[in-house]
């Protein structure tokens, strides 16, 4: 589940427990995003990839071992701007070391789906601690995240050039430097 998602609502639902939100890549605030980020992805992989991808997840069987590294070694590659750098980035260090468990990805699923068919919009609207957007330029986009940095009064939404989906991987330094600005910017 995407925590960046999660975020907003967190602070929404626990506003007594936030000094500021962090909102990176984030996905919006209305469920349906989904569909829209896929066809974005897929268009970045090539011809041969989407068939390897096609085969993987036409599996009659659930995706272990060989078979489902591939599927996030080439979903992952299509969070970067530049494919190398995640290939790179792949072969320094594991996949994913803490493997995401299908059953709480649904339940946080179903209820993130029933928290976003809510009233975000004005509850947003009246977040009363700073919010950061930190969006990638090239991500799917980058919209959703500037109306979600938009509607909070103390938001704020930077796009970090030369990034995918993982700005934080592919452009440590913009992205540290816009989170550490906004932090100076919160008296503690």
């Not at 996905?27 to 991808?53: K, N, P, V």
């Not at 959703?144 to 993982?166: N, Q, T």
Request: aromatic content about 6%; proline content about 8%.
């Amino acid at each position: 589940m995407r925590s960046r998602t999660a975020s907003p609502c967190s602070a929404l639902a626990h506003p007594d427990r936030v000094l500021g939100v962090l909102y990176p890549s984030g996905t919006g605030i209305r469920w349906g995003w989904q569909d829209d980020t896929r066809r974005h992805r897929l268009a970045r992989l090539s011809l041969a990839e989407r068939e390897e991808l096609a085969c993987l997840e036409a599996r009659d069987k659930p995706l272990a071992g060989d078979a489902q590294n591939g599927i996030l070694r080439l979903m992952w590659q299509t969070d970067f701007a530049d494919a190398a750098r995640a290939a790179d980035m792949l072969d320094d260090q594991p996949l994913y070391a803490f493997p995401r468990d299908p059953r709480v990805f649904r339940e946080v699923s179903a209820s993130l789906r029933e928290t976003l068919a809510g009233p975000v919009e004005p509850a947003l609207r009246g977040l009363g601690c700073p919010l950061v957007a930190v969006h990638d330029a090239q991500d799917a986009d980058p919209g959703r995240a500037r109306h979600v940095a938009d509607l909070a009064p103390a938001g704020r939404f930077v796009s970090i050039e030369d990034a995918e989906h993982s700005p934080w991987l592919e452009q440590p330094d913009p992205v540290a430097s816009a989170v550490r600005g906004r932090l100076t910017e919160i008296a503690l």
